[in-house]
């Protein structure tokens, strides 16, 4: 299921997540972004944890995560960054990162 984020849900939907999590921060005037929300969705829809922050909508945890360039997925493991991609990405390479 795809999850959109808030400072709100954040910390319950991905840092105490038992599951890995894949936190893909975009924005929608981002071509890169456009082309990488696909391959979320696919992995959302075959079972993965996965979660999306609009960097606009949302500028504080962009901030808090520090990402200075979009699509940037950052999988989420036992409530601690494990792994971080920048720019458009491989659905094997993300598979790979959540490790399951």
Request: proline fraction near 5%; include cysteine.
């Amino acid at each position: 299921m795809e999850i959109t984020l808030t400072t709100q849900n954040f910390e319950n939907e991905v840092l105490k997540s038992e599951k890995p999590v894949l936190v893909d921060f975009w924005a929608t005037w981002c071509g890169p972004c456009m082309r990488q929300a696909p391959i979320v969705e696919e992995l959302a829809a075959e079972g993965y944890s996965v979660g999306k922050v609009d960097v606009d909508q949302q500028p504080a945890l962009a901030q808090q995560y520090g990402v200075m360039s979009i699509p940037t997925l950052i999988v989420f493991k036992n409530g601690k960054e494990d792994s971080r991609v920048v720019g458009l990405t491989a659905k094997s390479d993300l598979i790979r990162l959540l490790g399951e």
